[in-house]
């Protein structure tokens, strides 16, 4: 069975692309702290790629010594907490990032993903609202479906139906919120319309070992054994050594 979790995603603060900005007609002395605080931070971002995360946190802590005002360095603290199993701290960097940013995307993102993973649920669903407002926000799909996976775990199948549906209203051939649409109607026992879903990602998405998989169950909740024959063929032929396809052979 294809996971949930693998739409749920970290926001882009978390990773390697953020910007540091100058601060312009400050004295000297705050433009020389304002840049060690950006070098520290770049310093910090990478040794969170590379899983060093107690260097991330020290470089983190220093730029915000530095400079405590940017929402991004307080937001990439609290997943450096986080991969350090110290959720208390997390949550303290997650809230004093989105108080700096409460219109940046990213740091509310990363904050309701962190809510989430806490199974926090309620708490995930008030801050995936409000980053899906927030005003950078550009694909809002993106958050939307995030949403509905954090939803789902709960479960809450309505809620997160709800916003799956959303994603698709902003964006009608998003892959992920038609995957996840078909497994939650597979999971609800709609497969006719689990199988409309996951024929629409086909259509225009790339087919992996866990979409065939899904492709099997439903077809074979609908007892539609041409239907399924062909997934588990296609399965068995384009992905032989997956684990799905190992777990397709067991069954049989």
Partial sequence: MIKSERWLVLAACLLLSACIST???????EANDADAAGVNFQLGIRYY???NYELARDRLLLSIELDPRRALVWST????????????????????????????????????????????????????????????????EVMLTNAGVCLAQKPDYERAEEYFR?????RPTHGEA????????????????ARAFLQRYRSVNRTDAGVLYLCVLIEASLQDDRARTECSNELLRDFPESQEARQFLQAE
């Fill in 49 to 51: 790629q590379n899983q």
């Fill in 77 to 140: 603290l609290g997943a450096a907490y986080e991969m350090l199993d110290n959720p208390r701290l997390a949550e303290e960097a997650y809230d004093r990032a989105v108080r700096l940013g409460p219109r940046n995307f990213d740091v509310q993102n990363a904050y309701a993903v962190f809510l989430c993973r806490q199974q926090r649920y309620d708490d995930a669903d008030v801050q995936f609202e409000r980053s899906i407002g927030a005003i950078t926000n550009d694909n809002p």
């Fill in 23 to 29: 601060t312009t007609g400050s004295s000297s002395s």
């Fill in 178 to 193: 038609l995957l996840q649409m078909a497994l939650i109607k597979h999971q609800t026992g709609d497969n006719l319309r």
């Fill in 166 to 170: 959303r994603a698709l209203d902003a």
